[in-house]
């Protein structure tokens, strides 16, 4: 069975840091890409930022110069490290995959809270 579980979290307060963890059940070399999408109370799920079985990245306009996607092999993981947050970044982050077939499959989700 494929998962994709997500970690790290959180209420942290603005300008503060955060570190997401998404640990796939199987190696992520089978995904061509994995990403991190958020999802606002009220507003539609959004590309947080991507990366490639190659290690290429891509990042959402609002994200770049914030946030870092980064996987580690080995440990079948990708990581999405967050600073500068804001109360706009609160929001449930999911990790998706996609395979080289083409089939996605997502995380249940995690809630970063951006509060004081």
């Known amino acids: 069975q494929v998962q994709l579980v997500e970690s790290g979290g959180g209420l942290v307060q603005p300008g503060g840091s955060l570190r997401l963890s998404c640990a796939a059940s199987r190696s992520i070399f089978d995904y061509s890409s994995m990403g991190w999408y958020r999802q606002a109370p009220g507003k539609e799920r959004e590309l947080v930022a991507s990366?490639?079985?190659?290690?290429?990245?891509n990042y959402a306009d609002s994200m770049k110069g914030r946030f870092t996607i980064s996987r580690d092999n080995a440990k079948n993981t990708v990581y999405l490290q967050m600073n500068s947050l804001n109360s706009e970044d609160t929001a449930v982050y999911y990790c998706?995959?996609?395979?080289?077939?083409?089939?996605?499959?997502w995380g249940k989700g995690t809630l970063v809270t951006v509060s004081s």
């Open positions: 990366i490639t079985s190659d290690g290429n990245t």
């Open positions: 998706r995959g996609r395979t080289r077939v083409g089939t996605f499959y």
